[in-house]
């Protein structure tokens, strides 16, 4: 059995399609670990979303910022605009409350044990270590499919609080959850999140560094596979795997076999 793990599909269907044929992926046996961020500015979210769905048991994805988007916009927790005009199809699908409860009953992270690997969409936070960070996201999740989940999704926007404290309670506390898996890139020396830079980690300020370069981070020993970053690329290194390689920018979908010592890259054109 083959895990595979793919960076930000964002509704890019056929050169997803066209990657499972490279990898030539086998539903009854591989499974595919899918960083988030399934919709959105690509032309095919729709049936990327129900192709997605369609395969079960053999596909894991974790919630990106984009897939909470639309969750937001199906619970009318937020208002239509033009940048998410890619999704109008799929708000009007005759199965887009179906596909929207699935896609709300998704993860926002994911470990395997026998991999030691961690799955989230963005990151996690230097001082979660991997029990802690399955916790955190276990409270978000739990809020998204047992709780009010339309009031979630309308609090979860902002950039507040950027530091983060046990003490944390209510919306305040889910959001900086969300902040941090879902659309985390750089940090301060003092583990804060910072969202005003979204470019090349390398083009960032001094007193900003990637959250993965944090001194001492509590995930250290284990390997962290996210996407969310197309500035970023591809980075395959032995805890570290990014996989956001600007396929709606019409650069590549990346593959990366998980299962093997030396992990495998596979790559097709984007849209």
Same mark, same amino acid.
């Given at each position: ?13 056929? /050169? ?26 690509? /032309?095919? *979210?729709?049936?990327?979303? !129900? ?55 998704? /993860? ?17 936070? $230097?001082?979660? *270590? ?5 916790? !955190? ?47 985390? !890139? ?20 001094k007193n900003l560094l990637p959250w993965y370069m944090a001194e001492k981070p509590a995930t250290a020993e ?15 290194? $032995?805890?570290?795997?990014s996989l956001d390689t600007g396929c709606v920018w019409g650069r590549q979908l990346t593959a990366v076999r998980?299962?093997? !010592? ?10």
């Amino acid at each position: 059995m083959a895990v595979y793990a793919i960076g930000d599909i964002q509704g890019c269907y056929d /050169p997803f399609r066209r990657l499972l044929d490279a990898i030539d992926f086998d539903p009854s046996d591989d499974t595919l670990w899918l960083c988030g961020d399934l919709v959105n500015r690509g /032309p095919k *979210s729709l049936k990327t979303l !129900r192709f997605v769905k369609s395969l079960g048991d053999s596909s894991i994805t974790v919630l990106g910022n984009h897939d909470l988007h639309l969750l937001a916009l199906s619970a009318d927790a937020v208002h239509f605009g033009k940048r998410f005009g890619s999704l109008e199809k799929l708000i009007n699908a005759p199965d887009a409350d179906e596909l929207c409860d699935w896609l709300r009953h998704r /993860p926002l992270a994911h470990y395997d044990d026998s991999l030691d690997t961690l799955l989230v969409h963005a990151g996690t936070h $230097p001082e979660w *270590s991997v029990k802690k960070t399955l916790a !955190r996201a276990a409270e978000v999740e739990q809020e998204l499919r047992h709780g009010d989940h339309e009031t979630l999704l309308g609090k979860m926007y902002g950039n507040t609080p950027n530091s983060w404290s046990g003490k944390l309670s209510g919306y305040k506390r889910l959001r900086f959850i969300i902040n941090c898996l879902t659309r985390m !890139r750089m940090i301060t020396v003092g583990n804060k999140l910072n969202f005003t830079h979204n470019g090349s980690p390398w083009r960032a300020r001094k007193n900003l560094l990637p959250w993965y370069m944090a001194e001492k981070p509590a995930t250290a020993e284990t390997r962290v596979v996210f996407g969310h970053w197309s500035q970023l690329g591809l980075v395959v290194l $032995p805890n570290l795997v990014s996989l956001d390689t600007g396929c709606v920018w019409g650069r590549q979908l990346t593959a990366v076999r998980l299962d093997k !010592r030396i992990p495998r890259v596979i790559q097709v054109e984007g849209e």
